[in-house]
C-alpha cells in the first residue's frame, strides 16, 4: 500500500466539522438503507467541490487507480463513470459495515477521507472521469449461443433494474453495470445471490435467487459485452488521468 498518498488525509480531519453542520438538511428516506449518521442524505445534497474531490481521491487511487478503472481481475471495481448516487450509498455502506470490504473499510473512514462534504466532492469527481473502453469481458463474445442466452437472461430478470443497456437508475441506487469487470460482477453477483452483500436490495436477492452458477455467467458476460456510449469513454485504454500528472 505503498503508494497510497497520506497528504490529503490530514488536510480532510479539519473539514469533518464544517461537513457535520450540513447534516441537518436531511430530507430523503431510503427504504433498505439504515443510515443512522445521515451522512448520506447530507452528501446528496451538499454542492461539490472538485478539487477537493480530486484530493480525496487521491486515496482512492492507491487501488482504484488515478483512471478510476479498477482492474481486469476483478480484485477492484471501475468506479469512473458510476451514478454518484451509487457511489454515495456503497461508500456509506461499506463506512457504516453494513457491505463487507475488509480491504477498503480503513480507507471509507471520516478519519481518513472527512466527512459528508469530502464524500460529496470525491463522488462528484469520480462521476465524471470517463470509464475503461477495454474493461474485463467474459468468456463468450457476440455470435455465440452463450451470449445469446445471456442476453435472454438479462432481458426476463435485469432490465426492469439496470435498464436495458445496464445505464443503472440513479434515483433508484440502481448501479450501472455497463463497462464493469467481468469478475468483479461475477463475485458481487454471487454474493447478492448468496446473502454475503448484506446491503443487497431484497427484490434483486428474490429475482436471482434461483439462478445456477452457469446461469450466472452467462448473464455476466453478456453484461460484461454491453457498449458503454463513446461520449462517456476515454479516447484509449492508454489514457492518463492528466489531474494526476
Ligand atoms: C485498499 C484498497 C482500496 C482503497 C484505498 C479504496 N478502495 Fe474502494 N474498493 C476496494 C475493493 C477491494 C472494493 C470491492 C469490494 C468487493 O469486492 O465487494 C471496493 C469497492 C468500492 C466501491 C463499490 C463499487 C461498486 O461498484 O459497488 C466504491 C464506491 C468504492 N470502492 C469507492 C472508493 C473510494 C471513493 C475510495 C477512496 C476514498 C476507495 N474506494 C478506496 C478497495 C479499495
Ligand atoms: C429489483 C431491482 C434489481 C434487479 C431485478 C436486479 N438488480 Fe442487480 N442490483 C440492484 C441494486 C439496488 C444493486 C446495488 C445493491 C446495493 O444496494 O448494494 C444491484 C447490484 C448489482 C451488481 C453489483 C454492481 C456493483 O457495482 O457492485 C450486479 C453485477 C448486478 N446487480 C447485476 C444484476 C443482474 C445481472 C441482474 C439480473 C439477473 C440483476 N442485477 C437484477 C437492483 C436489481
Not at 45 to 60: Q, T
Not at 186 to 215: C, H, S, Y
Request: aromatic share 10%; hydrophobic share 35%; proline share 7%.
Amino acid at each position: 500500500m505503498n503508494e497510497i498518498s497520506w497528504k490529503p488525509v490530514k488536510r480532510f480531519i479539519t473539514s469533518v466539522a464544517l461537513a457535520t453542520a450540513g447534516l441537518a438538511f436531511s430530507t430523503t428516506s431510503f427504504a433498505w438503507l439504515e443510515d443512522q449518521s445521515g451522512e448520506l442524505d447530507a452528501a446528496m445534497h451538499l454542492k461539490p467541490d472538485l478539487e477537493n474531490g480530486r484530493d480525496v481521491f487521491e486515496v482512492c487511487a492507491g487501488c482504484h487507480l488515478t483512471e478510476g478503472w479498477g482492474k481486469k481481475d476483478g480484485t477492484f471495481p471501475q468506479l469512473a463513470g458510476q451514478h454518484k448516487e451509487v457511489l454515495i450509498k456503497q461508500l456509506a455502506d461499506i463506512r457504516a459495515g453494513n457491505r463487507d470490504n475488509p480491504t477498503m473499510y480503513p480507507f471509507a473512514q471520516p478519519e481518513a477521507i472527512g466527512g459528508a462534504q469530502a464524500l460529496a466532492d470525491v463522488v462528484a469527481y469520480i462521476a465524471k472521469l470517463p470509464m475503461n473502453p477495454d474493461n474485463g469481458k467474459g468468456p463468450w463474445p457476440e455470435g455465440t449461443p452463450e451470449f445469446e442466452k445471456g442476453k435472454k437472461l438479462y432481458e426476463d430478470n435485469c432490465v426492469k433494474c439496470h435498464g436495458k443497456h445496464g445505464e443503472g437508475n440513479a434515483k433508484k441506487f440502481y448501479p450501472r453495470i455497463q463497462g464493469q469487470h467481468y469478475l468483479y460482477m461475477l463475485r458481487q453477483f454471487e454474493w447478492i445471490r448468496d446473502g454475503k452483500r448484506r446491503n443487497a436490495n431484497p427484490e434483486m436477492v428474490k429475482q436471482i435467487k434461483n439462478f445456477t452458477d452457469e446461469q450466472e455467467k452467462l448473464v455476466i458476460n453478456y453484461v460484461s459485452r454491453i457498449p458503454v456510449p463513446k461520449e462517456d469513454l476515454a479516447p484509449s485504454k492508454d489514457w492518463l488521468n492528466p489531474d494526476f500528472d
